[in-house]
């Protein structure tokens, strides 16, 4: 490999390593989840450096464009050895002019764009034609289909264009013409083919057939037949293309064109690499397309062949057929065995093969008297742990299953005893599906408890008003989802972001977090400045580890506070990334409102509290986090029992400490992320985000047991009490803070009035 010496920036360290960068609009995308970690693979395994800029907002994909400029900003000065983008997503942004100057803009260096060409840059295209076409063949040869209706994409889009281009020219080929009024425009979304299908349903008829776009296109369509009772397949066929995840397993599975998603960012990759080692540019790379037929054009067989339910049939059947001795059978299951883990040696699965056929035999001679034979049975389940606990899958021992059923009499003579060979098939069937199911409900388990672990670090953060503590939740909490290293930087010196409107990166960025595998490099109460041209500081950027990160603009409403880079954690769902960028911004946004507010006087002077102003501002922001991150909202409201006896008896300085020390007792009683303050003489409240109504009842009950706690101590000659409502949303956007605590002082004076207090 002849890797070209460049550094980071023009001044900064030599690499051993070329550092290839991608931009991706969003790596949680159907496709993009698919096509990237292709790229990311490909790039562990050929020892590159690979830094991926993800350049749109989760929530707002389709509208939020600003990320690009800050993108480019950051791109546009950094000594790349390569540039992998997915244009293909970029066209809600852009049109083809416009993506041209855009990504010529971007860098100097060898590029190459998936998905959408552009001029100049060698692309890795689909072969849209032959997909489409044979689909629109099929629902008319197979199905008997003359109307259909198209759901496209973005008018910029070229994919867009070719699909629906090759829609027209198949219908003309079987002499149908296109109906203008069964063409939809849309946006490679789910809402598209929900709103397409709206239409459709307003009309005095229905196509026989709707061709869509893409996958999520085609889901909306047929979510929204089902809302209005309108049945696909039944009254009306749907396809769509792409093939990600959700298109097997929705129910129907959906009928759609296959692309090699995974194959293309690797063939991305190693196209690029060429154009690094100085390879002149041969001519775009289009990547072939397959139909594959499901439920809903009608497709029932092959539905369940696809979804591998009759392995036996579809399956391994066309491989097992060339077996004609023990030797080929033994040779047939050793490839079956390694091909699912490669770290299974070649004689292992062989002596594997070898014992299951002996156990086998032993079992067919035990049939002959009273026992009941299992040897075959706990041979496999031996053999079956061993081989899952060397990271290898189960469902390779049905497809092991399947040709034993399929080819047991090539080694064994004795055509007699096929009811009893079948008996054992059948229990060893089903002990292999009872494994599956098992590993099945474990990994569910564990992606439970994953899914809880990445609540709880969104909670924090969503509840983090202070850089340092920002910062302790992503030291603390990210490893422990699998990110092993996190750079967090935040432009020029003061910390309180660029307005993306007029965007001018500050040219002194500060290194306010960094960790990776080898430790801490900066941590709380220390930052690095350096230019932000060079994305990281040297003594950061080492060589003597691969890189594989993805680089987060931080964004809030319309400003850019810096970005946020990851290692990639190959196990960790995708969308996890975007919303911790979402919540990083949301943090670094409350901090700067807390600073905003310190100016206000918003703290109470006698108990330490947020008073009623510092309540309202914090209040209202924690309540606009928890309507972006839909999460419950619960407002407690508390007034302290018998204060003015205690001023008249005692004295105002035994009431203030009275004040005091309950304050002190409702903060011990709360959860760190909750926010509490005294908005009265005796009055205090508490807003609470992610607890549900029996938590709240829960902290009300922690309250009551810390107050009986102090009285039993006898250390004031009165007791101390206070009286707690509460009003709790399920739904942030229902109600306002105004309103909220109003329902929480009518559930307090009821129970006053209940009390006699």
Not at 271 to 284: A, P, R
Not at 301 to 319: K, M, N, W, Y
Not at 520 to 533: A, L, N
Not at 604 to 612: A, I, P, Q, S, V
Request: with cysteine; aromatic share 8%; charged share 25%.
């Amino acid at each position: 490999m002849n890797l070209v010496s460049l550094s980071l920036c023009d001044d900064i360290m030599n690499r051993k390593r070329p550092l290839i960068a991608a931009i991706f609009p969003a790596v949680h995308d159907d496709c993009q989840s698919i096509v990237w970690p292709g790229v990311a693979d490909y790039a562990q395994e050929h020892d590159i450096d690979l830094l991926t800029f993800i350049a749109t907002s989760q929530n707002k994909v389709a509208t939020f464009d600003p990320h690009y400029d800050i993108i480019r900003a950051l791109t546009q000065n950094l000594a790349l050895d390569g540039l992998i983008i997915y244009t293909g997503a970029f066209s809600d942004h852009f049109d083809t002019a416009e993506l041209t100057d855009f990504c010529k803009s971007l860098n100097t260096c060898p590029m190459v764009c998936i998905s959408q060409k552009v001029e100049g840059i060698p692309s890795i295209l689909i072969d849209n034609e032959m997909g489409i076409r044979k689909t629109v063949k099929h629902l008319i040869h197979d199905h008997g289909c003359k109307t259909f209706a198209f759901v496209k994409g973005h008018e910029n889009h070229t994919e867009s264009e070719a699909r629906f281009n090759a829609f027209k020219t198949e219908l003309h080929a079987n002499g149908l013409n296109v109906d203008e009024s069964f063409i939809f425009s849309g946006h490679f979304i789910k809402d598209s083919g929900m709103e397409a299908a709206r239409k459709m349903i307003g009309m005095d008829r229905l196509p026989d057939a709707v061709l869509c776009v893409n996958d999520s296109t085609a889901l909306g369509v047929i979510s929204e037949f089902a809302e209005n009772r309108i049945r696909v397949p039944g009254d009306v066929y749907v396809a769509g293309f792409d093939d990600v995840p959700e298109a097997r397993n929705h129910v129907p599975s959906l009928t759609t064109i296959s692309q090699p998603l995974y194959s293309i960012g690797q063939i991305a990759s190693e196209s690029l690499l060429k154009l690094v080692n100085g390879d002149s540019f041969q001519g775009d790379v289009f990547v072939p397309t397959k139909f594959i037929p499901r439920q809903s054009c009608g497709c029932i067989r092959s539905h369940i062949a696809d979804s591998g339910l009759i392995t036996e049939i579809t399956g391994p059947q066309s491989v097992v057929d060339p077996i004609r001795s023990r030797k080929d059978f033994i040779q047939y299951c050793t490839k079956l065995i390694t091909a699912d883990n490669s770290e299974i040696e070649t004689e292992t699965a062989a002596a594997w093969a070898e014992e299951l056929i002996a156990s086998l035999k032993e079992d067919i001679k035990d049939s002959l008297g009273d026992t009941n034979p299992n040897r075959f049975l706990e041979k496999l389940t031996f053999i079956m742990v061993h081989h899952i606990s060397a990271a290898g899958s189960a469902e390779v021992w049905q497809k092991v299953l399947t040709a034993f059923s399929a080819r047991w009499r090539s080694f064994i003579r004795s055509p007699e005893s096929a009811p009893v060979v079948e008996e054992i098939f059948n229990r060893a069937r089903m002990s292999v599906s009872d494994f599956i199911l098992r590993m099945n409900l474990s990994d569910e388990l564990a992606k439970d408890d994953s899914r809880a672990l990445i609540r709880n670090i969104m909670l924090s953060l969503i509840t983090a008003f202070d850089i340092e503590r920002v910062k302790n939740v992503l030291k603390e909490n990210l490893p422990t989802i699998g990110i092993k290293a996190c750079h967090l930087v935040l432009y020029g010196t003061d910390r309180e972001g660029v307005s993306i409107d007029m965007l001018d990166i500050p040219k002194t960025s500060s290194l306010v977090l960094s960790f990776n595998e080898g430790g801490m490099i900066v941590d709380t109460g220390r930052s690095i400045q350096f230019p932000t041209r060079s994305i990281l500081p040297d003594v950061v950027w080492d060589t003597k580890t691969k890189k594989n990160h993805l680089l987060f603009p931080i964004v809030f409403e319309r400003r850019t506070y810096g970005y946020a880079i990851f290692q990639r954690a190959e196990d960790l769902p995708h969308y996890v990334y975007e919303e911790l960028r979402i919540h990083i911004g949301n943090a670094l946004r409350g901090h700067n409102l807390v600073n905003e507010l310190r100016e206000m006087s918003l703290r109470d002077e006698l108990t330490g509290l947020y008073n009623r102003r510092g309540f309202t501002y914090l209040g209202n922001h924690m309540l606009s986090q928890a309507k972006r991150a839909s999460s419950p909202v619960t407002l407690m409201y508390g007034d302290m029992n018998k204060l003015k006896i205690i001023n008249d008896t005692y004295g105002h300085a035994e009431g203030d400490f009275a004040i005091a020390k309950t304050a002190e007792l409702l903060k011990g009683s709360i959860r760190d992320q909750d926010i509490i303050a005294r908005i009265g003489g005796d009055e205090f409240t508490i807003i609470a985000v992610d607890m549900d109504e029996r938590d709240c009842k829960g902290i009300i009950d922690r309250i009551d047991r810390a107050f009986r706690d102090f009285n039993a101590k006898k250390v004031r000659p009165y007791e101390l009490s206070i009286s707690v409502g509460y009003s709790h949303q399920s739904d942030p956007t229902a109600l306002s803070i105004g309103e909220m605590l109003e329902n929480a002082d009518k559930m307090l004076g009821k129970i006053k009035r209940r009390r006699g207090r």
